[in-house]
């Protein structure tokens, strides 16, 4: 895609991911000047370090996206260094295996009694549905309070939120992760909204099935081979494949870009049509 970002600078949460490096270098060869934003700031220093060796201009920051304070001190550091942040794409989230169930649904045989190694809704840990909610949801919202009053300021800007397949029909198991999620397209419509006479635009993007480390060992087995979910996916995903990170790049840059100007509040799936699929 022919988009131009000369001049912009970029600010990628979980930049040092499989999905946020390839944004954040997709935006780089855009042009932009893009900060990459990691609790790992070893892993957002390798991608910056990819960007420069290609020519474009990038620096790593090694911050808590549920530390207000973090946040702050990346803010502050990432004004010094490349100016005043244009684009912000919160990336930074996940899933945690507290907030997660080791069956699809529950059985009779279930309650009968504590089964070793079985994880039931009634024994999911608070705390970790918290984790996952907070990683998701109040990591992106504490993102936005730090980078988009320079936007609003300035009267112009662009959030892209990252949300899931989830958000629109939860799947089996992970009820922490699908209810965040589902928080994240709601929270990116009131966005819109909310800052429309600012000049900032506010969509997301909600990709369907990507191999990442998150999720590999449950979609794949260690010989490569499909694992029954991973099969389940793939039955159910017209496309007939898992997404790779490049799939991504094409929604993200046309959102950026002014060709954009009037979309606003939308939630975008990239999913092999997994979205539109019945079953049947």
Known sequence: MKVDLTGKVAVVTGGGGILCSVMSKSLAAAGAKVAIIDLRKEAAQKVADEITAQGGTAIAVGANVLEAASLKAAQEEITAALGPCDILVNGAGGNNPRGTTSREYLLPEDLKGKIE?????????????????????????????????????????????ISSMNAFRPLTKIPAYSGAKAAISNFTQWLAVHFSKVGIRVNAIAPGFFLTDQNRTLLTNPDGSLTARGKTILSHTPAGRFGVPEDLTGALLFLCDQAASFINGVVLPIDGAFAAFSGV
């Open 117 to 161: 190694g079985v994880t039931t809704f009634f024994d999911l840990d608070p705390a970790g549905v918290g984790f996952v909610f907070n990683l998701n949801f109040l990591g992106t919202l504490l993102t936005c309070q730090a980078f988009c009053r320079q936007m609003a300021e300035r009267g112009s800007g662009t959030v892209i939120n």
